[in-house]
């Protein structure tokens, strides 16, 4: 190459460099001068820039390891090989802001992190191992998780669908023996992924309600992908069994008490939660509607809803904030007046089914709109605002892993933390955060459902105090993001050693979505672990004979 012809190349290449960084830097600031901190460019950049110092921090001090100790900078693996617990969790995360980030460093920041958790899954990952995994938590996080990337990868060509595909039968299969231990398909806890022995949980063996009825829209995906009706089926079978055996949904008002027995389907610990161990029974119901339009779930989730209102939803005092308590020994039987952070998602579900995933003025207008879909709308609203507040109104600006709602004027408890409205308690077991993302999902369907910008600025407060309490410098002044042991205690906030999973994969991208525009949520559902799957077009599942195998 001549001397000139040198000379010209760098001329261009510094002229392209310096075109380039002024075009990021015009996108990163052009929201800066507007009136409010939510205008969504300038949010979507912040929340994209924690999750990048999250997640390059674990790439810097855990790659490839299932957990991160966050605080001491380490990480660890369940069993004797990881099973991508971090990257396959966080990876579509990545790939969504990829695709709708406006800043294009962030962009090739994202891409490349991107390429590194495929080529990760495709050499890496060996699901070949001498390790019992939660059936539960394997197939919302890791089956979800790769069902997504390949959606994600296809539709917004952000990566190699082959790849995902290819992983995801091979788990799926991996995870069938777990279903077919029990002589009525009502999958065991956990699974040996090499020998496919299959083990009930500890002590009596009963199976988690929310356990293995969280499995559907992962497993119909499956189908839907590999052209295998199996994982279907085996999904869909655990309903008859509890239904046949317990005279339900009848005598209960289609509230379900949180244990069962996997042998028998019969029902065992006489505890109705929406929270833990009850929650996404709930939520799948609706969202199997949502994903294939069998009306058969729209029914069964409008049963479960009638009974929540009959017998779990209450108000507390002084101010009416509606709250989910919980139920024990029969659906009259003592009520508890607290509220489990995981029930906040159900004000994003109450949402969705009053208007199935198009705006309310939209949805107002079809004749399917009835008085039951504008009731589930208020209660939408109502509950979204009770968990809304139990940030709001703490001195960190964040929620407590349980909330106690006040039953009484004059109720006081002491050592309790009590709310300045007065209107719940939280008491010293309950005051950790673990980073958790059901309020700001809900707060992410009423922005996209509702327009009102309330909604957003809720969302950016609440990402506000987790950037302000959750972050955490090391000695050696590296920064990272952890759980946290206290949202009442005065002063500094003390980390506890881990970053969930949840907090790449569900948190910071349900804070994101709040703040990307014309996000469709007709066209996806996202299943339980934040994991967006593609609505599915009925005749399409007809022609391959994908179609509902039960009734009531
Ligand atoms: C469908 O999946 C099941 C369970 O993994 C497997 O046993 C069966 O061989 C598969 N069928 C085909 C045609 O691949």
């Given amino acids: 190459m001549t001397k000139i012809g040198m000379r010209r190349i760098v001329k261009w290449i510094s002229c392209l460099a310096t075109v380039y960084f002024a075009y990021s830097y015009m996108q990163r600031h052009r929201f800066t001068t507007a009136t409010d901190d939510t205008g969504g460019t300038e949010a979507q950049y912040a929340v994209e820039k924690v999750f990048l110092e999250s997640w390059q921090d674990y790439v810097a001090h855990a790659w490839g390891y299932d957990v991160f100790n966050a605080a001491s900078g380490q990480g660890q693996n369940f069993g004797e090989k990881p099973l991508g617990w971090m990257i396959v969790d966080a990876l579509d995360t990545m790939m969504l802001m990829q695709a709708h980030t406006k800043d294009v460093r962030h962009r090739l920041r994202l891409r490349r992190e991107v390429a590194r958790c495929e080529a990760w899954i495709r050499d890496e990952l060996d699901y070949d191992m001498n390790t019992e995994v939660s059936v539960f938590e394997t197939t919302i996080r890791m089956l979800g998780g790769l069902l997504s990337a390949h959606h994600l ?41 090499r020998t496919g022995e299959a083990v009930k949980s500890m002590g009596i063996g009963e199976a988690s309600l929310a ?152 949805a107002e207008q079809q004749p399917w709109f009835d008085g039951d879909r504008a009731l589930y709308w208020q209660i939408a609203e109502d509950v979204t605002y009770t968990c ?52 700001v999902e809900s707060i992410m369907y ?33 920064l990272t993001y952890t759980s946290i042991n206290s949202v009442v205690a005065e002063g500094q906030t003390t980390p506890r050693d881990n970053m969930e999973s949840f907090w790449l994969a569900e948190t910071l991208k349900y804070v994101y979505l709040t703040f990307v525009d014309d996000f469709d949520l ?30 009531l």
């Fill in 153 to 193: 990868a296809e539709t917004l060509g952000v990566g190699t669908p082959a790849v995902y595909a290819a992983k995801a039968e091979e788990l799926g299969a991996r995870l069938v023996p777990a279903f077919l231990a029990s002589p009525v398909g009502i999958p065991y806890s956990s699974v040996n992924l």
């Fill in 522 to 551: 007709s066209k996806v559902v996202f299943n339980t672990e934040a994991h967006p799957l593609p609505v599915l077009d009925p005749e399409e599942l007809a022609r391959r004979g994908l179609v509902t195998g039960w009734d």
């Fill in 211 to 362: 356990e293995f009825t969280t499995l559907q829209l992962e497993f119909k995906q499956l189908a839907y992908v590999t052209g295998n009706a199996t994982y279907w089926k085996l999904a869909e079978a655990v309903y008859k069994p509890f239904f046949r055996e317990n005279d339900y949904p009848a005598a209960y008002d289609g509230i379900a008490p949180v244990g069962v027995l996997p042998d028998t389907g019969k029902f065992f610990t006489p505890a109705f939660k929406i929270g833990a161990r009850g929650d996404s029974y709930y939520e799948y119901l609706l969202k199997q509607y949502l994903q294939t339009r069998e009306p058969l779930y729209w029914k069964l989730y409008q049963t479960t809803m009638t009974g929540m209102a009959k017998h779990m939803i209450a108000r507390s005092v002084p101010d009416d904030y509606l709250y989910i308590g919980e139920r024990y020994g029969t659906l009259s039987g003592p009520f508890m007046p607290q509220m489990d952070h995981l029930v906040c998602f159900i004000g994003g579900l109450y949402a969705m089914a009053a208007t199935e995933g198009v705006p309310l003025a939209k």
């Fill in 388 to 439: 809304y507040r139990t940030y709001h109104e703490t001195p960190t600006g964040l929620a407590a892993e349980i909330s106690f709602f006040s039953v009484r004027e004059d109720e006081a408890h002491d050592s309790w933390w009590e709310s300045p409205s007065r209107n719940f308690f939280i008491k010293p077991t309950d005051v950790q955060n673990l980073q958790r993302p059901e309020t």
């Fill in 446 to 478: 009423m922005w996209h459902l509702s327009g009102d910008s309330k909604y957003r600025q809720w969302n950016w407060e609440i990402f506000e105090a987790f950037r302000k309490n959750t972050a955490y410098y090391r000695p050696d002044g590296s």
